[in-house]
Nanobody
């Protein structure tokens, strides 16, 4: 019914920038908190940044001052602006959102398909 579709990943040099986008598609649904996770090679998936329906944000310490999460509620889209990228940022990035189809139904945690970000010379 509802899908999260990611875009914006790719190969970038150290010190460069990328912007990831994640848009929810479907009809007759509501979205609450949204965020971005990443899975580094050989590591557990970790929360990178989150944003509430009211716009409050939080970040993992390693990206503070470099990454910015934002959302456009009219477009049902969450963004991750990544600046001053480092090789250790190389990972598969996943967006997520709490979504319910209609009032009275449970909120459900949805994942995007994942997009590869590679930081290398």
């Amino acid at each position: 019914q509802v899908q999260l579709v990611e875009s914006g990943g790719g190969l970038v040099q150290p010190g460069g920038s990328l912007r990831l986008s994640c848009a929810a598609s479907g009809s007759m649904f509501s979205i609450s908190d949204m965020g971005w996770y990443r899975q580094l090679p050989g590591k557990q998936r970790e929360l990178v940044a989150g944003i509430s329906s009211g716009g409050s944000t939080n970040y993992v310490d390693s990206v503070k001052g470099r990454f910015t999460i934002s959302r456009d509620n009219a477009k049902n889209t969450v963004y991750l602006q990544m600046n001053s990228l480092k090789s250790e940022d190389t990972a598969v990035y996943y967006c997520n959102a709490w979504i319910r189809i209609r009032d009275g139904t449970p909120w459900t945690f949805y994942w995007g398909q994942g997009t590869q970000v590679t930081v290398s010379s």
